[in-house]
């Protein structure tokens, strides 16, 4: 263990590096991203079809001639003609610029990530370290600065739903009431559940995942007969899934800080000792007798924790406090998040809107142009805003959902 100090300085600026990288588009990127956004606003001008009613309306007022179709008489087969070329040649023009931004996304790939990645061990190991080095520095300074800072570090690898499972009413003290009625509370957890899902897939700390699957692993066990767990399996599972809310509210209102300090002390020891690059650089006798001190590490760990009785905030001990008012998502977001998340909603919002403006266009072709058919006018208007709310309820749902993640994000961040 000696060498924890210095592996944890290395990691840590590896850390800060990745935190505060940046990537800015290249000039190539914008571009390529300017001409599919002109494309697909070609497309779907042409499907509506607004670009061709106004190719139709400009070649009747300017006696325009394109190939064999001469505008200067207009008529309805030539509006449908227009409207059938436009459509096929903006078409193919909007999947080979999609074709090229593909490529040009694939070819600096490399360059949107970072320069260097952490493992979500490491970045588990970074987290608990940090804390307890913050908390360490405090009971040296006395600045309760470094008591904050060492929460905040442990902030990272300790989800909302860990906090949850100890004690629900309690995470409005972190700026969260979610002790409301039962259909508030559902959504409130589903939305948690999500989040965490969702980290899952990205580079992250492994922490929230080893704790939903002690949870799990435990819960299952527990619940059959026929499966027995040893004690001492069964005592670190506990631990594990106690830690976060133990640790976490004790440390928010400064309380129990010496034990606090050995537990994370420990826990830091047993992650740095089975961390899965060791068996790549460390020799075998070496990486033995570091995993026996990672093995006491974890005992002193387990019995800490499971000696700790359940920390009950302030909130739970029986003071009167306020119940703060749960923010409202907002029309906006939660129209963002519907239009992300259900394709008949997208499709029944674009069919109205294309609706609207193809009866408007068709109204003045006929007025203007042509007179033309009902049954024609009915079968253009619904052909029209069919197929365009299909093809915009499909093109732009991907957008959307990135957008709605990006914000989700971005209030995550904020909240931090």
């Known amino acids: 263990m000696q060498n924890i100090d210095l592996y944890y300085e290395s990691l840590k600026q590896v850390y800060d590096q ?18 599919v956004g002109i494309s697909g606003v070609l497309f779907v001008l042409s499907l509506i079809p607004i670009f061709p009613a106004i190719l139709v309306f400009v070649g009747s007022q300017t006696g325009l001639v394109i190939g064999p179709i001469n505008l200067s008489v207009a008529t309805f087969g030539q509006f449908i003609l227009v409207w059938i070329i436009t459509t096929v040649v903006t078409g193919p023009i909007l999947g080979l610029m999609v074709w090229i931004d593909n490529k040009v996304d694939s070819a600096v790939e490399e360059s949107k990530r970072p320069p260097q990645t952490l493992s979500p061990e490491q970045l588990t190991f970074v987290a608990v370290y940090e804390s307890y080095n913050e908390l ?5 300074s006395h600045i309760e600065q470094h008591v904050n800072n060492s929460l905040k570090a442990l902030k990272r690898i300790v989800s909302r739903r860990m906090l949850w499972r100890a004690s629900p009413s309690a995470l409005h003290i972190i700026g969260e009431d979610i002790d409301v009625g039962p259909h508030e509370r559902e959504l409130s957890y589903r939305e948690m559940y999500v989040r965490e899902h969702r980290s899952f897939q990205k580079s992250t700390s492994s922490l929230a995942m080893q704790v939903s699957v002690a949870q799990s692993f435990l819960n299952i066990f527990e619940k059959y007969a026929w499966f027995q767990l040893d004690t001492a399996t069964k005592s670190v599972l506990q631990a594990l899934i106690s830690f976060p809310a ?39 006798e070496a990486l033995q007798r570091l995993q026996n001190d990672g093995r006491k590490a974890l005992d002193s760990f387990v019995q800490q924790i499971n000696d700790l009785a359940p920390y009950r905030p302030v909130v739970e001990k029986g003071e009167k406090r306020l119940k703060p008012e749960i923010p409202p998502l907002g029309f906006k977001k939660n129209l963002s998040r519907l239009y992300a998340d259900n394709v008949f909603f997208r499709f029944t919002l674009w069919f109205i809107i294309i609706l609207l403006l193809t009866s408007g266009i068709v109204y003045l072709v006929n007025q203007r142009v042509a007179q033309l058919d009902i049954n024609v006018m009915v079968s253009v208007v619904i052909g029209a805003s069919a197929t365009g709310a299909a093809a915009l309820a499909a093109f732009t749902q991907k957008a959307s959902k990135e957008k709605v993640e990006q914000e989700d994000q971005r209030n995550e961040s904020d909240e931090d």
């Open 136 to 140: 360490k520095t405090f009971f040296v």
């Open 246 to 284: 133990k640790i976490y509210y004790r440390l928010l209102e400064k309380e129990d800080l010496p034990i606090v300090l050995s537990i994370l002390e420990n826990l830091s020891k047993f992650i740095y000792a089975y961390l899965p690059e060791h068996q790549t650089y460390m020799e075998p």
């Open 18 to 35: 990745i935190e505060s990288w940046e990537h800015n588009p290249s000039l190539r990127e914008r571009f390529v991203d300017w001409l």
